[in-house]
C-alpha cells in the first residue's frame, strides 16, 4: 500500500488538497480441481481525490471535492477479470448563524463495471439539507435528502436527533432516520 497527500493553502480563504491511494494485494489459495495449481487473487485498488475548500468567514465555507477509485480484480489459472470504477462529486455549503448551523448538498455518484461481457454504468444525484442547533443543554439536527438513482428511481431520506445534557458529562440522545442505498453494481 502506498499512500500520498499533499495540501496547499493558497490565500487566507482558499485551500486545495490532493490524495492518491494505491493498494495491491495478490492472495494465495491452496490448488483444488483438476489442474491442482494454487489460485491467485489479485487485486488492485487506486484512488485519486482533489478537494478545494473555502472559508469565506467564520460563519461560511464552502468545499468542492472530487474523487474516483478504480477497482481491478483477477484470478490465475481460472480466468476471471471484473474493474469497477466508482466516481464522487459534491458541493457542500455550510453557514453558522448563533446556535444554528445550515448546509446544503449537492453530489453526483458514478459507478462502472467492466466484467466481460457485461459493460454497465449508472448514476446518482442527490441533494441534502441539514439544520443543526446547539444551545445550553439542548441539540438538535435535522437532515433531508432526496436520491434520484438512473437504475433505481428517487428516494427521499431524512432523520431528526435530539440529545439534551442533564449533568456534566451526561447527555441522553434520541434519534429517528431513514436510508436509501443502491448496491455498486459490483455487488
Keep these: 500500500?502506498?499512500?500520498?497527500?499533499?495540501?496547499?493553502?493558497?490565500?487566507?480563504?482558499h485551500r486545495l488538497e490532493a490524495g492518491l491511494t494505491h493498494t495491491r494485494m495478490d492472495a494465495q489459495y491452496d490448488g483444488f480441481g483438476t489442474k491442482g495449481l494454487d489460485?491467485?487473487?489479485?487485486n488492485r485498488l487506486t484512488?485519486?481525490?482533489?478537494?478545494?475548500?473555502?472559508?469565506?468567514?467564520?460563519?461560511q465555507d464552502t468545499r468542492l471535492s472530487f474523487s474516483r477509485s478504480r477497482t481491478r480484480y483477477e484470478t490465475t489459472p481460472d480466468p476471471y477479470r471484473t474493474t469497477t470504477t466508482l466516481s464522487d462529486?459534491?458541493?457542500?455549503?455550510?453557514?453558522r448563524l448563533?446556535?444554528?448551523?445550515l448546509?446544503?448538498?449537492l453530489e453526483r455518484r458514478g459507478d462502472a463495471l467492466v466484467n466481460d461481457p457485461i459493460d454497465r454504468s449508472r448514476h446518482q444525484d442527490g441533494l441534502a439539507l441539514?439544520?443543526?442547533?446547539?444551545?445550553?443543554?439542548?441539540?438538535l439536527q435535522v437532515n433531508l435528502?432526496?436520491?434520484?438513482?438512473?437504475e433505481f428511481g428517487g428516494q427521499t431520506t431524512g432523520g431528526v436527533a435530539y440529545g439534551y445534557g442533564f449533568a456534566p458529562g451526561w447527555r441522553v440522545t434520541g434519534a429517528v432516520g431513514t436510508a436509501f442505498r443502491v448496491p455498486m453494481l459490483y455487488q
Excluded: K, V
Excluded at 500500500?1 to 480563504?13: H, K, P
Excluded at 448563533?98 to 448551523?101: F, L, M, Q, S, V
Excluded at 441539514?130 to 441539540?139: A, E, K, L, W
Design 1 to 13: 500500500t502506498a499512500n500520498a497527500r499533499l495540501g496547499l493553502q493558497i490565500s487566507g480563504i
Design 39 to 42: 489460485e491467485h487473487g489479485n
Design 47 to 59: 484512488t485519486a481525490s482533489l478537494a478545494w475548500t473555502a472559508a469565506w468567514s467564520e460563519a
Design 89 to 95: 462529486l459534491l458541493l457542500q455549503h455550510n453557514l
Design 98 to 101: 448563533g446556535a444554528h448551523r
Design 103 to 105: 448546509s446544503l448538498g
Design 130 to 139: 441539514g439544520y443543526g442547533y446547539t444551545g445550553g443543554p439542548h441539540t
Design 145 to 150: 435528502r432526496h436520491d434520484r438513482d438512473s
